[in-house]
């Protein structure tokens, strides 16, 4: 149990389909990331929430969508995807101003 | 910006035998540096971290990693590996001051481990 819980876990999804990952934290941070782990390459960070304020990524295709209605909880939303989007794409959140960042499990995710 | 690089993709240690895993940075000022790893279709867990102090970090799992300034470096040591090692290794590094979205990470060594 990392405290930083996400689903679901594997997700396999057609390019025509809209669909959302979930990530909730139970560590009382107030700051939420999305990043993507393709093979063989770094992580990418995506989108960060702090205080529930997003902080845009310019190079994030805007068929993903994140959402953060709150500071437990944080979405992507997904639609119209790629099959180069597959990849596992991995939530963490922070205490602030401070640099660690705690993961989730991550959620493979196929697109087909 | 800062940038890490993990010179060694893939590593093969025999089960007992010492590990180094390599981790060199660059940034201008005093950075704080990470050690993470994932195991198989799992998220970063972190092994360590460096913020100010005492050079040689002690972290989860027998680990430990040793900043030094003049080499730009935070390796990654352990005396005696165990089989239940063998997963990927991420070293991070981030801004004094700065906040988590600053972190930089490395592309990762894969460690496999012999019987």
């Known amino acids: 149990e990392t405290g930083v819980t996400q689903t679901p876990r594997h997700l396999v999804m057609g390019m025509t389909n809209k669909k959302s990952l979930k990530c909730e934290q139970h560590l009382g941070h107030n700051a939420m990331y999305w990043y993507k782990q393709s093979a063989k390459k770094p992580l990418e960070l995506m989108f960060v929430y702090s205080l529930e304020e997003r902080v845009e990524n310019n190079s994030v295709p805007s068929r993903f969508s994140p959402e953060c209605p709150n500071s437990s909880h944080l979405f992507l939303h997904l639609h119209t995807l790629q099959p180069e989007d597959s990849a596992l794409y991995l939530c963490?959140?922070?205490?602030?101003?401070?640099?660690?960042?705690?993961f989730g499990q991550g959620t493979r995710l196929t697109v087909v | 910006a800062q940038s890490v690089t993990q010179p060694d993709i893939h590593i093969t240690v025999s089960e007992g035998a010492s590990l180094e895993l390599r981790c060199n940075y660059s940034y201008g000022a005093t950075p704080y540096l990470f050690w993470y790893v994932q195991s198989p279709g799992q998220g970063l867990q972190l092994l360590l971290k460096y913020f100010s102090g005492d050079t040689l970090v002690q972290g989860i799992k027998g680990f430990e990693a040793e900043f030094k300034r003049s080499q730009s470096s935070f390796n990654l040591r352990k005396p005696s590996v165990h089989w239940s090692d063998a997963a990927e290794y991420f070293c991070a590094v981030g801004v004094e001051g700065g906040s988590a979205r600053q972190l930089t990470f490395g592309s990762g060594t894969q460690l496999t481990v012999l019987p």
């Open positions: 963490a959140s922070s205490r602030g101003h401070h640099t660690e960042a705690f």
